[in-house]
């Protein structure tokens, strides 16, 4: 039975058993990866960019309902304002609104524009954020939740760069509506750090990019396995799209770039950092050129396993952390002090 502690806003929101949900991954949280961690007890979110095609991305909607049965589950609609045009987001919510999906996590632009789709489709809006700040005004415009995603995460940390430790002091203070953390999080103590600031969830990536079922190449999750937390490069930040990826070739050569001309447009970045690269990556394996987003869980990560699996560990050292919180009874206070 689920420990009383995570009973929160996210599992009472969503339905799903434990508060933690597997944040939108481009190009690899598909149905089969999502429909997991729904069936392991979490919410997991479907990346509409990965699928442009209107017919796909409903493909792949209705191919993840029959996978979850009743569990629930979501869309990611990232929003980078560089990527894509306000229409093409607009029709994106309405498809998904359209399909009766009833949850949605935004990231990468205020979503307020979009609000009135989704809330007169009822859909409950997550939206995601890489400092407190942002959640501020995230809460301001009216969305259900917010995740604060701090500098230690895989992808888009922001151009503040605040670690997920003082993010979550500062949401408690500055946040009324529930909150999620992420940004490094790959161990069960750390929801339980979150819970205790107030948090309401986590949100996690990296961690799960292990899982048998994310479709990638076993060599590149075998790479990430073998990395550690002093594996990953953040780049970009010379044009205001800050990303945290695996140290590779790619990497050192844009860092140089970067370094050696302040002042580079992402034209010249762009033979680079190309998309189309990093997906190339995914399906062969070859990790050595390409910007493949991962964070400093990389450190928490310790062999390819179902997602299930990986969730049970969570769970478990979650539990391990609460009970080490918990006042132990004298008769063991006495048989510890005899032994050390
Ligand atoms: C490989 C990868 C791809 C990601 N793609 C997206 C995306 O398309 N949209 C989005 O909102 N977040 C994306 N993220 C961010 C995650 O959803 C999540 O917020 C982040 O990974 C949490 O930090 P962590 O990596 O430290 O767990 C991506 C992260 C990774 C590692």
Not at 275 to 299: F, H, N, P, W
Request: proline share 5%; glycine share 10%.
């Amino acid at each position: 039975m689920t420990d009383p502690t995570f009973n929160t806003a996210v599992t009472r929101t969503y339905g799903c058993r434990l508060p933690i949900v597997a944040g939108g991954l481009m190009w690899l949280s598909n149905a089969s990866y999502v429909a997991a961690g729904a069936n392991a007890g979490i919410l997991s979110f479907i990346t509409a960019a990965s699928f442009p095609e209107p017919a796909a991305l409903r493909a792949e909607i209705a191919k993840c309902r029959d996978l979850c049965g009743d569990r629930p589950f979501g869309v990611n609609v990232s929003m980078l304002p560089k990527l894509v045009e306000g229409e093409r987001i607009a029709d994106t919510f309405r498809l998904i609104a359209d399909e009766g999906v009833r949850f949605v996590e935004t990231s990468g632009r205020n979503p307020e524009a979009f609000l009135p789709i989704l809330k007169g489709a009822g859909i409950k809006v997550l939206h995601k954020v890489p400092s407190v700040r942002y959640a501020v005004k995230a809460q301001e415009v009216g969305v259900d939740m917010v995740s604060i995603v701090g500098a230690e995460c895989g992808g888009h940390p922001g151009l503040d760069l605040i670690g997920s430790m003082v993010n979550q002091a500062l949401a408690e203070r500055r946040l009324d509506i529930p909150f999620l953390i992420g940004g490094g999080i790959g161990a069960g103590s750390q929801i339980v750090s979150a819970l205790a600031s107030g948090a309401s969830g986590v949100v996690i990536g990296t961690r799960f990019l292990v899982a048998e079922e994310i479709s990638a190449h076993p060599q590149y999750k075998q790479a990430l396995v073998s990395a550690n937390e002093r594996d990953t490069t953040l780049t970009m930040s010379s044009v205001r799209n800050t990303v945290r990826t695996l140290s590779n070739e790619t990497t050192e050569i844009v860092r140089r770039l970067e370094a050696d001309n302040p002042q580079i447009g992402i034209a010249e970045l762009m033979p680079h950092v190309s998309g189309v690269i990093g997906r190339k990556a995914y399906e062969t394996g070859d990790v050595s050129r390409g910007m493949l987003s991962a964070g400093q869980a990389l450190g928490l990560t310790d062999g390819i396993a179902p997602l299930a699996d990986i969730v049970a560990q969570l769970e478990q050292e979650a539990g391990v952390a609460l009970a080490r919180l918990r006042p132990q009874p004298l008769a063991t206070q006495r048989a510890e002090a005899l032994v050390s």
